[in-house]
């Protein structure tokens, strides 16, 4: 009986990628969660120009590990779900890696100390250290990238979760001591041997630094993924993997582009360079308040790949790909609309000096829907092999990141960044869709979506009309009022739906 029960429940492929998402959550929202609770503390710590460089120093982190990785993540799922020698693209593709991950890194430790002046602004300083620590950080994510792709093919989520978790744990760990114990001997001027540690010309650089030990440690973790790897690289292979891989990299470029260069272009197009690096610090600062959102979507990405590769051959693949779409979209809204109604002690969450950015967070939550969005629709053109559509879409998407940042933000600093991040993904979503529909066509529920996003705005718009009430703890409690009954309509609306899928599953 135990087990007939436990066939039914895996044969639902909904529960099976519910399932899969909450596990690789587990994995992302706790190490999100201690990296989100480090920003209270680091901008309690340093000043809006110092975190700045955190941002920033982060912001060019992101980019290049898109150089680094050059979609071989992506290209690993797609070779390894149509052939039958696996060893041969798990070799292929790691060593592709890392040879590639030595060259570049050797380039960039060449020009470390040009980059840091070049990066230096008369309010803020970066030392070659810092730049020598992030480029070691990129080098040890591309590394570890297909070793962790292949614990997502093998179904091996739990751990995956745990060896995330525990890099992330290190990090946490060790910048605590590093920017709180070490940091406050020193303050204290404490003559003992954490004091004589911080120094403070490295200051936010400890971040950077307890990032890389943390991914040092990780890459032990991932010993055994690296055991069974055998020096040798399938020439012809190779040649198909990057055939089907370099749209991806324009893809993820233009995609980065899209998600960090508001924050790059900050220093480059306000006039008033220390203003800049203080406008920085607030809009990293803020831009983290829509965690909950970034973070499902980064454990859906992580539970969805291996799941729509596997799914490619199924004769209803595409009605399944229509509901997931549909339920992601619904889960997406109750993050964003919970999100704002809590927004009253959310913004605790970083030191007061910060508060002036909050006006993005609105913004900044559709625009990840929106991206959401896009990372559903993505799936057309990877498991048809159309890589290339990827790729233009991005490109769009980049060009109107660009093209309204640098109208736009040398007069309206961050919230300029923060509209073109949303006009930038809502526009690729609709190209996305539309292209889409002609080369992959896939019915989506567009009615029940829309529904769904209207009444989430007559919601939203019921919340304003007290916004006027004093008391805080009112406001609260009638905003999750609200809440909860966008929850109750959902639950009535669609559970007959999930009781249909789960029946045709076990039928």
Known sequence: MVILCRKKIVSNPLKKLAGQTVIYGLGTILPRFLNYFLTPIL??????????????????????????????????????????????????????????????????????????????????????????????????????????????????????????????????GLTLFFVKVCKNAYDNNEQNFFATLYKPEIGIGYCFLANLLANIFTLILLSK????????????????????????????????????????????????????????????????????????????????????????????????????????????????????????WIKYLVAEPYWEGLKVVPILLVANLCLGVVYNLSYWYKLSGQTKFGAIIALFGAAITIIINVIFVPKYSYIACAWATLAAYAGMMILSYILGQKYFPIKYNLKAITVYGLLVGLLFLISCS??????????????????????????????????????????
């Open 43 to 172: 901008t309690r710590e340093f000043l809006p120009a110092e975190y700045g460089i955190n941002s920033l120093l982060y912001a060019y982190i992101s980019f290049l590990n898109i150089i680094f990785i050059y979609g071989m993540e992506t290209t690993f799922f797609n070779f390894n779900s149509k052939l039958e020698d696996k060893q041969s693209v798990f070799n292929t593709a790691v060593l592709s890696l890392i040879t590639s991950t030595f060259v570049l890194s050797v380039i960039l430790l060449a020009l470390s100390v040009p980059i840091a002046g070049v990066l230096s602004t008369p309010n803020a300083i970066y030392p070659v250290q810092f730049i020598v620590w992030c480029i070691l950080i990129i080098g040890t994510d591309a590394i570890t990238a297909i070793p962790f792709a292949k614990l997502r093919t093998e179904n091996k989520a739990l751990k995956f979760s745990i060896i995330k978790l525990t890099n992330v744990i290190v990090n946490f």
């Open 225 to 344: 993924q690296f055991s069974t790897l055998k020096f040798y690289i399938n020439k012809d292979l190779l040649k198909e993997m990057l055939t089907y891989t370099w749209p991806l990299i324009i893809l993820g470029l233009a995609g980065m582009i899209n998600e960090v260069l508001d924050r790059i272009i900050l220093s480059k197009l306000m006039a008033d360079k220390s203003e800049a690096q203080i406008a920085q610090g607030i809009y990293g600062a803020c831009y983290k308040i829509a965690i909950l959102m970034t973070i499902f979507i980064q454990a859906f990405r992580f539970a969805a790949e291996p799941f729509f590769f596997g799914k490619v051959k199924d004769k209803d693949s595409k009605n399944m790909y229509a509901v997931v779409m549909k339920f992601f979209i619904i889960f997406c809204l109750f993050l964003l609309f919970g999100t704002l109604m809590n927004l009253h």
């Open 466 to 507: 007290y916004s006027a009430i004093e008391s805080t703890i009112i406001k609260l409690m009638l905003n999750n009022m609200l809440v909860v009954i966008f929850a109750f309509v959902v639950y009535k609306l669609e559970i007959n739906n999930l009781k249909k899928i789960n029946t045709h599953a076990n039928a």
